[in-house]
T-cell receptor, first 115, second 111 residues
């Protein structure tokens, strides 16, 4: 069983640029959630995708967008980067529709630095 | 809305000391409760969970009991090791809603 993987591990961008982060779900999982973890803070929910559609969103502006693909892998896109977007971005997968849907499995994260 | 409050860190303990990290929550209904651990430079790992009142989650010597009457889920370990040094996050989840995390408590264990 393959766990959740994310790429890249680290990324440095400048203000105004765009970035795409990638996530591969754990085998058999159909739901992907993305979280932003600022330094010294707990993770904050960005959005969730189930069967290729966004089905939940946290308090993040529209310049944060995502995709989920038929193989349940996912992308997080951030446009017009701001300094405050510097954070660890975590992807988590789960299996919705079962009692196991309450448990999410996290990837190692992508550390984004915006200069 | 739902929220989680956990004790401020950092917490510094000597090896073999007793650990308690307090966590309280506010939520409608009956959430599931979790403790996640984050080792330096890594993502989150589920440490333990409890899905209903009076359930006790346990793993690797850590324990936490779901107390509905006090809306708490305090993390305890009888004898910490240097390898337990990490940041610990308390979290709650209701059904298919997203996880709601506390701010985290950094634990440092010194030999």
């Amino acid at each position: 069983e393959t766990g959740v993987t994310q790429s890249p591990t680290h990324l440095i961008k400048t203000r105004g640029q765009q970035v795409t982060l990638r996530c591969s779900s754990q085998s058999g999982h159909n739901t992907v959630s993305w979280y932003q973890q600022a330094l010294g803070q707990g993770p904050q929910f960005i959005f969730q995708y189930y069967r290729e559609e966004e089905n939940g969103r946290g308090n993040f502006p529209p310049r944060f967008s995502g995709l989920q693909f038929p193989n349940y892998s996912s992308e997080l896109n951030v446009n017009a980067l701001e300094l405050d977007d510097s954070a660890l971005y975590l992807c988590a997968s789960s299996l919705a529709g079962t009692s196991l849907g309450t448990e999410q499995f996290f990837g190692p994260g992508t550390r984004l630095t915006v200069l | 809305g739902d929220s989680v409050t956990q004790m401020e860190g950092p917490v510094t303990l000597s090896e073999e000391a007793f650990l308690t990290i307090n966590c309280t929550y506010t939520a409608t209904g009956y959430p599931s409760l979790f403790w996640y651990v984050q080792y330096p430079g890594e993502g989150l790992q589920l440490l333990l969970k409890a899905t209903k009142a009076d359930d006790k989650g346990s793993n690797k010597g850590f324990e936490a009991t779901y107390r509905k009457e006090t809306t708490s889920f305090h993390l305890e370990k009888g004898s910490v090791q240097v390898s337990d040094s990490a940041v610990y996050f308390c979290a709650l989840k209701r059904g298919n809603t997203p996880l709601v995390f506390g701010k985290g408590t950094r634990l440092s264990v010194i030999a």
